[in-house]
């Protein structure tokens, strides 16, 4: 059971606009910053969102996260067929660890 | 290009060692902080372990705490992590990974490694 709590799954259909939520506590969201991951079946998670709202550069600007209190949250707008995969929230704890959420699998109807 | 290819993944049985290798390419690879997470089959990612760019402080997971070594030679440009001990519930695909700006945020990965703790 991972410290930081995803919903297993989430769904919409293309063009839809879709949010991820992702809840932890006071010594990991609550201090420290959020950051989002997609992982495509069979391949290496890819990093989506860093400091809770920043997008690396040639992520699409669909892709848009937040932050308040002990919650962040992760929205995609436009969804597209290729935006199915799992989606990771993850934060560093107090206590030098980083943390996971159990992920969302995101289904594009 | 910037690029992580990880190595030393295999079947181990229960109570063994493996050493992984994480080769690093395309980058200044001393001035990076680095982790390695890992991945059950069917399920989600777990953290193991985190080394600073000079490898002075290190990090671990409770769950590999005394079993685990990460270690860095910034000379070969390559990551490693010593394991010992190992377990059923070590079974996994094991990634390395480069920490994005000293954000903590993970920008590159390596394709993975799969090991496979069995008898």
């Known amino acids: 059971q991972s410290v930081l709590t995803q919903p297993p799954s989430a769904s919409g259909t293309p063009g839809q606009r879709v949010t991820i939520s992702c809840s932890g506590s006071?010594?990991?969201?609550?201090?420290?910053?959020v950051n989002w991951y997609q992982q495509l079946p069979g391949t290496a998670p890819k990093l989506l969102i860093y400091?809770?709202?920043q997008r690396p550069s040639g992520v699409p600007d669909r892709f848009s996260g937040s932050k308040s209190g002990t919650s962040a949250s992760l929205a995609i707008s436009g969804l597209q067929s290729e935006d199915e995969a799992d989606y990771y929230c993850?934060?560093?704890?107090?206590?030098?660890?980083?943390?996971f959420g159990g992920g969302t699998k995101l289904t594009v109807l | 290009e910037v690029q992580l290819v990880e190595s030393g993944g295999g079947l181990v049985q229960p109570g063994g060692s493996l050493r992984l290798s994480c080769a690093a390419s395309?980058?200044?690879?001393?001035?990076?902080?680095m982790n390695w997470v890992r991945q059950a089959p069917g399920k989600g990612l777990e953290w193991v372990s985190y080394i600073s760019s000079s490898g002075s402080t290190i990090y671990y997971a409770d769950s590999v705490k005394g079993r685990f070594t990460i270690s860095r030679d910034n000379a070969k440009n390559s990551l490693y992590l010593q394991m010992n001990s190992l377990r059923a519930e070590d079974t996994a695909v094991y990634y390395c990974?480069?920490?994005?700006?000293?954000?903590?945020?993970?920008?590159?990965w390596g394709q993975g490694t799969m090991v496979t703790v069995s008898s």
């Open positions: 400091s809770n709202n």
């Open positions: 006071s010594s990991n969201i609550g201090s420290n910053t």
């Open positions: 993850a934060a560093w704890d107090d206590s030098l660890n980083a943390l």
């Open positions: 990974a480069r920490d994005y700006l000293r954000t903590g945020a993970f920008d590159i």
């Open positions: 395309g980058f200044t690879f001393s001035s990076y902080e």
